[in-house]
């Protein structure tokens, strides 16, 4: 299972449920889309699974920016993802971003607004915040291989699905 996590904004650990740490520590891999806040929460994120990328946000320090990218692409049984925070423009900046990376989805951040967009040209995957919701619905993302596609779903930290999606080749 990929697991998605973006917009923790904490200044003090990883703030993970119970059922939530669960899930980050047996996920065969781990993306986060930026707004740790401070090193020592990427730390604690690293702490639970290894097999952990991340992009750096608008709220991370110094210290975060120069251990990891602004964007990256990562590939998770045979799909590529384009992973950012944020890009201006919207849906049609983060599709060009996409584009531009070869990707078959782009993950991103910085909303809290757990969503998943399939209108445009590419796949969005907003996993949303966890920790910090904004006033939306707490959220983390997960995908998981279903025969030539990945199955997907947006969850709230104690496993309930809200939204459920499919990325096919």
């Known amino acids: 299972m990929l697991l998605i996590l973006s917009d923790t904004h904490s200044i003090d650990g990883h703030r993970l449920t119970d059922h ?7 996920a065969e891999m781990v993306v986060h889309a930026g707004d740790f806040m401070r090193a020592s929460v990427l730390d604690s994120f690293l702490s639970v699974n290894g097999s952990f990328y991340g992009v750096y946000g608008n709220n991370d320090d110094a210290a975060i920016r120069s251990r990891l990218p602004s964007a ?11 992973v950012t925070h944020t890009r201006r423009g919207g849906e ?23 969503t998943f967009e399939r209108s445009g040209l590419l796949p969005l995957i907003n ?3 966890h920790a ?16 030539d596609a990945l199955a ?5 930290p104690d496993g309930e699905t809200f939204v459920e999606f499919t990325i096919e080749p």
Do not use: C, W
């Not at 990256?72 to 384009?82: K, M, S, W």
């Not at 531009?100 to 993950?107: G, H």
């Open 132 to 147: 910090q919701p904004r006033g939306y619905r707490p959220g983390y993302a997960t995908l998981e291989p279903m025969g």
């Open 152 to 156: 997907g779903g947006i969850h709230t």
């Open 92 to 114: 049609t900046a983060l599709t060009m971003f996409g584009r531009e990376r070869n990707a078959d989805a782009v993950i991103f951040g910085h909303s809290h607004k757990p």
């Open 127 to 129: 996993p949303g915040s």
């Open 20 to 26: 939530l740490r669960k899930q980050v520590a047996e």
């Open 72 to 82: 990256r692409t990562i590939e998770y049984n045979g799909f590529q993802f384009a």
